[in-house]
C-alpha cells in the first residue's frame, strides 16, 4: 500500500512541480515585485523594522510573535535537507535560482499575509484568518473557501509533517545511532505539550528558540567560511557557471538547476502556499501592509540568508554528489545524498560533534516547524466550522487535533525517506495552486493597500487602516474600526 501510494504521489509531483509551477511562482513573484515597486529594495529598512512592532492584545498577538511563529515553519528541514537534496539533485547552480526565487517570493508571501490581515475576523475572542477567508470573504466563493480550509487541513496535519519528521529522526539515529522509533516518539510529546497551549503558548515557543537557532546556525556557517575563505572564489564561480549550465561536470542541466532551486525555494519559504497568513491574520497591527512586510523580510531571511548558509556549508567543504556522478572529495564513502551533507560539512569544523550539532539544530528546526502546522491546521478547522452554534465543534476539533497530530507524526518519522519527501512536495504543491488563484484574483487590493501605507509614511505618519477610505466587500468594517478606534477618532 505504501510503495503504491509513493509511487502515485511521485507521479502526481511530476505534473504538480512540472513547468507550470515554475511559471506561476516565478512569472507572479516577478509580476507582484514589478507592480509593487520593488518595495522588497526600496524599503528594505522599513521591512525589517516591521518585525519588532508591537500591538499584542488578548485577540492578537505581537508582529514579532507572529514573525517568530511564521520564521518556525519556514526555517525548517527545508532549509538544511532541502537544500542537500536541490544540490545533489541540480548542481551547485540550484542555490543560485534559490536565492534568486527567494527574493521575487517576497513579493508573492508579502501579498497574501497583506490579504490575510485585510479579511480577518474574530472567532472565540481571537483573531483567524488565511486564504479560505479571503476567498470567501474577498471573491464570494463560499464554496472554494470550504475546499481550500479542507485541503489546508489534511495538509498541514498529515502530509506536509512527513519529511520534517524523519528527516530529524534520521539525523539524530544516524549520529547518535538512537532508534528512529524513540526519536520519533520524544517529538511527538514535546509537540503535544506545546500545541496544548494554543497560539499564545505556540508563538511564546517560537520566539525563543528561532532567534537562537537562527544565530547559532549562521554562526557555525561564517566559522566555515573563514576557514575555507580561498575556496569562496572557485565556489561562486561554480554556483553561477552551473546555474547557467555552462559547467558539465557537475551533470545538471540548466532545467534541472533552476526546477529544483524553484522547487526547494518554494518548500523552504512556503511563499503562495497559504502557510503564512493564518499566523499573519493573527497579529493585532493597524495596517495590513505592515504585517505583510515583516512576513516579506522572513523569506529573505529563510530563502536568501539561511538556506546560503546551508549551501556555503556543503560546497565551501566539497562534501556534496550530483544526480551527473560528481563526488566532493571530502565525501564520506556511502553517501548518497540527504540531510549528512550538511552534517559531514559541518564535521570538518567540529569533528565527531558535528553529526551531533546539524541533528540538533535539525530538530530545533524540524520542531518549530511542526508547531507551526498544527496552527494552520487549527485554523483551517476553525474555518469549516466557524459558525457562532459551532462553538462546542471546534473544542472537540481542537482537541482531536492536539493529540491526533503527534500520532500522525510518530508515525511519520519511521517511513521510508522517499516517501516522506514525496508526500510533503505533494502537500506543498497541491496547496500551492489552489492558494494562488485567490492571491493573484486579490493581488489588485494589495497594490491599493501599499499606495495608502507609502502616501501615509511619506506624510510623517504612522499607517493605520481606514475602512471608511479603503474597503472592499467581505473586509469586516466593525473589526478593523474597533482597531484603530483612536486613530480614526483622532482624525
Known sequence: ???????????????IWGIGMLILIGGAGIYFTIKLGFFQFVRFKDMWSR?????????????????????????GTGNVAGVAVAIYAGGPGALFWMILIGMTNSAVCFS???????????????YRGGGSYCAARGLGWGAYGTFMAAVMFVATSVFMPAAATFTVSDAFHQAT??????????????????????????????????PFMTVVYMGITLIVLVLNITRLPAVISSVFSAA??????????????????????????????GEASPTAAAVETSHPVKQGLSNAAGV??????????????????????????YSGSGIAEGVTGGIVFVQTAASTVLGNFGHIFIAFMLLLFSFTCLISYYYEAETAAMYLFQKPEQQKTRKMITKILQFG???????????????????????????TWINMLVVILLFPKCVALYKDYVEQ???????????????????????????????????
Open 300 to 325: 529573505w531571511l529563510d530563502t536568501v540568508v539561511v538556506c546560503t548558509c546551508s549551501g556555503l556549508l556543503i560546497l565551501l567543504t566539497d562534501t556534496f554528489n550530483t544526480a551527473g556522478g
Open 405 to 431: 497530530m503527534p500520532v500522525i507524526v510518530f508515525c511519520w518519522g519511521i517511513i521510508e525517506s522517499d516517501t516522506a519527501w514525496n508526500l510533503s512536495d505533494f502537500a506543498l504543491g497541491g496547496t
Open 51 to 75: 518585525i519588532i512592532e508591537k500591538g499584542d492584545s488578548e485577540s492578537g498577538i505581537s508582529s514579532f510573535a507572529s514573525f517568530c511563529t511564521t520564521m518556525a515553519m519556514r526555517i
Open 112 to 126: 497574501e499575509c497583506t490579504l490575510g490581515q485585510l479579511y480577518k475576523i474574530r472567532v472565540d475572542g481571537e
Open 177 to 210: 545511532g538512537i532508534p528512529m522509533v524513540v526519536i520519533s516518539a520524544c517529538i511527538a510529546v514535546l509537540l503535544l505539550i506545546t500545541v496544548l497551549g494554543g497560539i499564545k503558548r505556540i508563538s511564546s515557543v517560537a520566539s525563543s528558540i528561532v
Open 244 to 273: 547557467f549550465g555552462l559547467n558539465a561536470i557537475f551533470g545538471g542541466t540548466i532545467g534541472t538547476a533552476i526546477a529544483q532551486g524553484v522547487k526547494r525555494g518554494t518548500f523552504s519559504s512556503a511563499s503562495g502556499m
Open 457 to 491: 509614511m511619506e506624510a510623517g505618519k504612522d499607517p493605520y487602516y481606514d475602512p471608511d477610505k479603503l474597503s472592499w466587500k467581505g473586509v469586516d468594517v466593525e473589526l478593523w474600526k474597533d482597531i484603530n478606534a483612536k486613530k480614526i477618532q483622532a482624525k
Open 1 to 15: 500500500m505504501l510503495d503504491f501510494l509513493n509511487s502515485f504521489v511521485g507521479w502526481a509531483n511530476s505534473y
